[in-house]
């Protein structure tokens, strides 16, 4: 498994903008696909984001314009850069790590963000 270390996250106002960091511990991070997912309370998770090992990126609808997945191989690192926020994107996020055709496996600890004024 890939171990992966999240950073980032806390309170921001309505409209301000955060980027998360997801450290991964992998000499193949280049071959695995890395997502963001959150969970709201009362609320199931949901993927956010994905970045593939050739760079194609997928969004969810509640974020298309105002999030960016990104990544930098060279520093095994995951980002995800977040404007324009709302309360409602309030919640805890994770990142996680796909390798082929496997689920997403691998599981950072979460990071809470706090959208509130």
């Known amino acids: 498994q890939v171990q992966l270390v999240e950073s980032?996250?806390?309170l921001v106002q309505p409209g301000g903008s955060l980027r998360l960091s997801?450290?991964?511990?992998?000499?193949?991070?280049?071959?695995?696909?890395?997502?963001?997912?959150?969970?709201?309370?009362?609320?199931?998770?949901?993927?956010?984001?994905?970045?593939?090992?050739?760079?194609?990126?997928?969004?969810?609808?509640?974020?298309?314009?105002r999030f960016t997945?990104?990544?930098?191989?060279a520093k095994n690192t995951v980002y995800l850069q977040m404007n324009s926020l709302k309360p409602e994107d309030t919640a805890v996020y994770y990142c996680a790590a796909r390798y082929r055709s496997l689920d997403f496996g691998s599981w950072g600890q979460g990071t809470q963000v706090t959208v509130f004024s």
């Not at 193949?28 to 199931?44: C, D, E, H, I, V």
């Not at 997945?69 to 191989?73: A, G, L, Q, T, V």
């Open 8 to 10: 980032g996250g806390g």
């Open 22 to 65: 997801c450290a991964a511990s992998t000499s193949f991070f280049s071959l695995y696909t890395m997502g963001w997912y959150r969970q709201a309370p009362g609320k199931q998770r949901e993927l956010v984001a994905a970045i593939t090992t050739v760079g194609s990126t997928n969004y969810a609808d509640s974020v298309k314009g």
């Open 69 to 73: 997945i990104s990544r930098d191989n």
